[in-house]
């Protein structure tokens, strides 16, 4: 299982940016599909972004599409996930996986998760004012 590395969460009033990094421990990354997911409080998680390794197209949930995006650095191995404009309702815990699977359906496009429920620790996010 490749293990992945979720960071820069933070505490950030509603309007703001983070931007949260996603690196692997001991692989590279630039052949994987990887997805971050969002899981608020008391809810399900929830696939936020995620980004092809095939070609870096990239995949949005309704809620985050024109304020967030997903992008990958291969020099430095690392994928990110920018969010602006935040808002209350982002508050969570932001995790990232490889076991994603970019699908578009029609007009549709999702982040299908398909691993067995084994997640890094996550990075927190807090939006409030």
């Known amino acids: 299982q490749v293990q992945l590395v979720e960071s820069g969460g933070g505490y950030v009033q509603p309007g703001g940016s983070l931007r949260l990094a996603c690196a692997p421990v001991?692989?590279?990354?630039?052949?994987?599909?990887i997805g971050w997911f969002h899981q608020a409080p008391g809810k399900e998680r929830e696939g936020v972004a995620c980004?092809?390794?095939?070609?870096?197209?990239?995949n949005y949930a309704d809620s985050v599409m024109g304020r967030f995006i997903i992008s990958r650095d291969r020099s430095k191995n690392t994928v990110y996930l920018q969010m602006n404009r935040l808002e209350p309702e982002d508050t969570g815990v932001y995790y990232c996986?490889?076991?994603?699977?970019?699908?578009?359906?029609?007009?549709?496009?999702?982040?299908?998760?398909?691993?067995?429920?084994?997640w890094g620790k996550g990075t927190p996010v807090t939006v409030s004012s």
């Open positions: 996986a490889v076991e994603v699977m970019l699908s578009v359906t029609g007009p549709r496009r999702d982040c299908i998760y398909y691993g067995s429920d084994r």
């Open positions: 001991g692989v590279t990354l630039d052949a994987y599909a």
């Open positions: 980004i092809s390794g095939a070609d870096d197209s990239a």
